[in-house]
C-alpha cells in the first residue's frame, strides 16, 4: 500500500487526468481523487493522490508544494485522515482512541494569604474611639487614605465604624488630613 497525500487549494477547473499527469511525472500513482460536490459535480478545491512508495509521496511534497496551477499555489501534504491527527493516541489493536490519563494540575500557593482577624471581634470589650489616634492610625496608610477590608481583615460593619472615626479624628484634628 502507498503514501496518501492531501492537496489543497487547487484549482476549481482542474480535472483527474491534469492531476494525475502532474504526480506521474514524479512516480506512479496508485489513485487519484477529486472532492466533488453532489449536486453541482464541481470540484471542492481538494484532492487525494495515493502514490505508490514513500520516496515519490516524500519528493512530490518537495517538489509540487506551493506550485502555482492556473494561478492558485497548491499545497501538497500528508494525508491525515479525517481526524486531523497523526495517529498518535490510539489502540494499535482496535484503531480506537484512547484517552490519555494525566495526573490532575495541583493548585500551588503561590503567595501565602495571612488571614487577617478583626481585633474587634477577637476583643469584644475593645471599642472603637475617634480619641484612640494610635489604634486608628493601624487603618490609615502613608498617603492618609483608609485602608480597604481587604487589607485591615476587619467585617463590613467594623470597617464602618472605624471609617467613621478616622473621619471624625481628622475633622478635629487629632489625625492630619493626608501626609507627604
Known amino acids: 500500500m502507498g503514501k496518501k497525500l492531501f492537496i489543497s487549494n ?17 512516480g506512479p500513482c496508485e489513485s487519484v481523487v477529486i472532492a466533488t460536490e453532489r ?7 481538494f484532492a487525494f493522490v495515493e502514490m505508490q512508495n514513500e520516496e515519490d509521496a516524500a519528493r512530490a511534497i518537495e517538489e509540487l508544494n506551493e506550485k502555482v496551477v492556473n494561478g ?4 501538497v501534504a500528508e494525508d491525515r485522515g479525517k481526524t486531523g ?15 490519555e490519563h494525566l495526573p490532575p494540575i495541583q493548585r500551588m500557593q503561590l503567595f501565602r494569604r495571612h488571614k487577617k482577624i478583626d481585633p474587634f471581634l477577637a476583643e469584644p ?3 472603637i474611639n475617634y480619641t484612640d489616634v494610635a489604634m486608628l492610625s493601624r487603618f490609615v496608610s502613608e498617603s492618609g487614605k483608609i485602608l480597604s ?11 464602618r465604624k472605624v471609617a467613621k472615626a478616622i473621619k471624625r479624628a481628622q475633622q478635629v484634628g487629632l489625625m492630619p ?3 507627604k
Not at 499527469?21 to 514524479?26: D, K, Q, R, S
Not at 491527527?85 to 484517552?99: A, E, H, L, M, W
Not at 477590608?149 to 470597617?159: E, H, I, P
Open 39 to 45: 449536486e453541482t459535480k464541481r470540484s471542492r478545491g
Open 10 to 26: 487547487l484549482d476549481f477547473n482542474i480535472d483527474t487526468d491534469t492531476l494525475r499527469e502532474m504526480f506521474e511525472a514524479i
Open 177 to 179: 488630613l493626608t501626609v
Open 85 to 99: 491527527s497523526t495517529g498518535q493516541g490510539k489502540n494499535k489493536i482496535s484503531g480506537k482512541r484512547v484517552r
Open 125 to 127: 470589650d475593645k471599642t
Open 149 to 159: 477590608r481587604k487589607v485591615t481583615g476587619l467585617s463590613a460593619y467594623n470597617q
Open 72 to 75: 492558485r499555489p497548491m499545497k
